[in-house]
C-alpha cells in the first residue's frame, strides 16, 4: 500500500511530498509486514481503525497528551546548552518554557541498542540488543514487554508515530504492538547523499528530497487528527527527527548561518592522554566518502584531519542542528495553533550524544561524554514553577519511561523497567535523585591496533564491553572481555581502565574535560567507584 501523506503546503518543503510519494512506497514493503492493512479514506491514513473504545479511561480529560520529540545523534548542541553562536531558537523556545536536564545520558551511544533501551525502560545488558542486529522483541527476551508507547496505548491512549523512534527493523515494522497505527516510518531520501558523496551539502529545496519533511508534513496531519480526538482520548505523540545524522544533507539557507570564518576548531584535538586505545573510535562515516570532490584526510589515532576538513565538518553539523531546530518549531507552532499546548506534555531528547573532533574522534560509537550525554527537555504547563527551570541532577534515558507516565497522570507501570522516575524534579529541580549515570558500549577486534564498533556482529562475537559511570564528579569505565557464550562481561578480567576529573564541569565547553586519564593515581576512589559500577552491571543481566 501506499502511505497516504499530507499535501497542503506546510513548513519549508510543501511541494517535495510529490516527489517523495515513489519512494515511499517503493520503501513500504519492506518496512511493513503486519497482516492487516491500514485503510485509506480519501486518500489519507484511517487513524482510526484499530483504535479500542473499550480500553479507553473513564476520565480521559484527567490525562494529559504527549508529545514525544526524538533527534538522532544531537549531543547538546544548542544555544540553551551554552552554545551562543548556534542558531537554534525554537528548541531554545522550548527550554524557556521547560525543565531543562543539564547532565542527562543515553545508555548506549548507537542508533538502534538506545532505542530499545528507553524505548522499553530497560538498561542494555537487560534487553541483550548491542549492535544493529538484536532488537527486544526476539523471542525469550521481551516478546511480551510493554514498551514506552504500548503503555500509553494499553492506558487508553491513542498512539501515533512518524518517523524514525525505533531504528528501522529493529524491531520489525517499528514495533506495531506500541502503536494504534502503523507508524508513519523514516525513509532515506533519493539520493540519499550530497553531490559527489560529500559530506555535507547545501542543496535547493525546492528540488530536493528531505526525508524529515517527510516526517513533519505526517507528524502535522497526526497531530490535527489527535486535536479532533482529544474529548474522548488523549493522544501520544512519537516524532522522530533524523538529522543532524550523516550525511549533512540540509537545505542551503541553514548552511548560510555559519559562516567559514567563523567556525572554530576545537581547542583539545588530542585522544586522552593515558586512555586505553580500544577506547578510540575510528569513525568512517565520515573519512571514508568524497569531501567537496576531494577525499576527506583520514585521522588516526595520533593523526588528526586537516583543519580545512575539521572546521567544515563542525559547520554541516551546526548548519543540520539548526535544519532540525526549524522542523521542531513548526511542530510546536501546529500544537499551539490547535490549543494543545497548555494540556500536552512536551518530551525532547536525543538519542545519543556525538563528537566534532574532540579528543580527536569523531561520530558517537563511544563512552565519552561527548558520546554518552544528551540534550533532555519536558515541558509540562500545568506544574507551577516549572518553566523555564534547570536541573542539574544525573538522568538517564532509561527513565523516561517512568517520568512521562507520571507526568501524565498514568498509573505506575508495575513491570520490571529498570528507570527511575524523575517527575519531582519538575517541582524541585535541586533534587538529586541519583548518585550516578550508567552507560556501555562494546569493541571487536584481534587486537587493539584496530577496533570496530561490533555494528553488525553476532552479540556472541564481541571482544570487549567497556562499562562506564558518570558521577557528580567522575567519570569512571572499565574494559573487560565477552563472554559471548553467556552473553556478559567477564569481571574476572578487566583489560583497561579510565578515570576523568569532571569537578568544575558546567557541561558549555566540550573539549574541556576528558584530556586525561587518572587511572591508578587515585586507588581508593578507583575501588569506589569500582564497587558502583559492579553493583549496577553484575546484577543488570
Not at 44 to 53: F, H, L, P
Not at 157 to 164: E, F, N, S, V, W
Not at 326 to 346: A, Y
Request: proline content about 7%; hydrophobic content about 35%.
Amino acid at each position: 500500500m501506499m502511505w497516504a501523506v499530507h499535501s497542503q503546503a506546510t513548513g519549508l518543503l510543501p511541494f517535495v511530498m510529490i516527489a517523495l510519494i515513489l519512494t515511499v512506497a517503493a520503501t513500504s514493503s519492506a518496512v511493513q509486514q503486519d497482516s492487516e492493512a491500514t485503510p485509506l479514506i480519501d486518500g489519507k491514513i484511517n487513524v482510526t481503525s484499530k483504535t479500542s473504545a473499550g480500553s479507553r479511561p473513564s476520565s480521559p480529560e484527567t490525562r494529559k497528551n504527549v508529545l514525544f520529540i526524538v533527534v538522532d545523534d544531537l549531543r547538546p548542541q544548542l544555544g540553551c546548552y551554552g552554545q551562543s553562536y548556534m542558531h537554534t531558537p525554537n528548541i531554545d523556545k522550548l527550554a524557556s518554557q521547560s525543565l531543562v536536564f543539564d547532565r542527562a545520558y543515553c545508555q548506549f551511544s548507537f542508533c538502534a541498542p538506545s532505542r530499545n533501551s528507553f524505548m522499553t525502560g530497560r538498561r542494555p545488558d537487560r534487553v541483550k540488543a548491542w549492535s544493529f542486529r538484536d532488537h527486544f522483541r526476539e523471542p525469550g527476551i521481551g516478546e511480551n514487554w510493554t514498551s514506552l508507547p504500548q503503555y500509553f496505548k494499553k492506558n487508553g491512549y491513542l498512539t501515533l508515530g512518524a518517523g524514525k523512534l525505533f531504528h528501522p527493523g529493529l524491531p520489525p515494522n517499528f514495533d506495531p504492538p506500541s502503536w494504534n497505527e502503523e507508524v508513519f516510518p523514516f525513509v532515506d531520501p533519493q539520493p540519499k547523499f550530497c553531490p559527489a558523496g560529500a559530506s555535507r551539502c547545501g542543496l535547493d529545496p525546492k528540488t530536493t528530497n528531505f526525508s524529515d519533511i517527510l516526517t513533519l508534513n505526517a507528524a502535522l496531519e497526526r497531530l490535527s487528527y489527535a486535536a479532533k480526538n482529544t474529548h474522548n482520548q488523549p493522544f501520544f505523540l512519537g516524532v522522530g527527527y533524523h538529522k543532524p545524522h550523516l550525511p549533512f544533507r540540509i537545505p542551503a539557507q541553514f548552511m548560510d548561518l555559519y559562516p567559514l570564518a567563523e567556525v572554530k576548531e576545537p581547542t583539545d584535538g588530542y585522544f586522552p592522554r593515558g586512555a586505553p586505545q580500544l577506547a578510540w573510535n575510528d569513525c568512517w562515516r565520515v573519512w571514508k566518502t568524497p569531501f567537496n570532490d576531494t577525499d576527506v584526510s583520514k585521522y588516526s589515532l595520533n593523526t588528526s584531519m586537516t583543519d580545512h576538513d575539521i572546521i567544515g565538518l563542525r559547520r554541516g553539523y551546526y548548519a543540520a542542528v539548526s535544519y532540525m531546530d526549524s522542523l521542531v518549531g513548526q511542530l510546536l507552532d501546529k500544537l499551539d495553533e490547535l490549543g494543545l499546548s497548555q494540556n500536552t506534555l512536551v518530551s525532547f531528547h536525543a538519542d545519543h550524544g556525538w563528537q566534532l573532533g574532540e579528543h580527536n574522534m569523531w561520530c558517537k560509537m563511544s563512552n565519552y561524554e561527548l558520546g554518552t550525554r544528551v540534550p533532555m527537555i519536558l515541558r509540562a504547563p500545568w506544574i507551577e514553577g516549572s518553566a523555564g527551570k534547570r536541573t542539574s541532577t544525573l538522568a538517564e534515558l532509561v527513565d523516561l519511561y517512568p517520568t512521562l507516565a507520571e507526568l501524565a497522570g498514568l498509573p505506575k507501570p508495575t513491570e520490571n523497567i529498570q528507570g527511575q522516575s524523575l517527575a519531582s524534579l519538575l517541582t524541585d529541580p535541586t533534587a538529586q535523585l541519583k548518585t550516578a549515570a550508567f552507560s556501555q558500549f562494546p569493541k571487536c577486534g584481534k587486537d587493539w591496533a584496530w577496533m570496530g564498533t561490533c555494528s553488525g556482529r553476532q552479540r556472541t562475537q564481541f571482544d570487549y564491553m567497556g562499562y562506564s559511570m558518570r558521577t557528580a564528579d567522575y567519570r569512571y569505565t572499565e574494559w573487560v572481555s565477552w563472554i559471548g557464550s553467556e552473553l556478559r562481561g567477564n569481571w574476572s578480567n578487566v583489560v583497561a581502565r579510565e578515570l576523568y576529573d569532571h569537578h568544575g564541569d558546567e557541561g558549555d565547553d566540550f573539549s574541556a574535560y576528558e584530556n586525561m586519564n587518572l587511572a591508578g593515581e587515585q586507588p581508593e576512589l578507583e575501588k569506589q567507584l569500582s564497587a558502583a559500577l559492579r553493583e549496577q552491571f553484575m546484577n543488570d543481566t
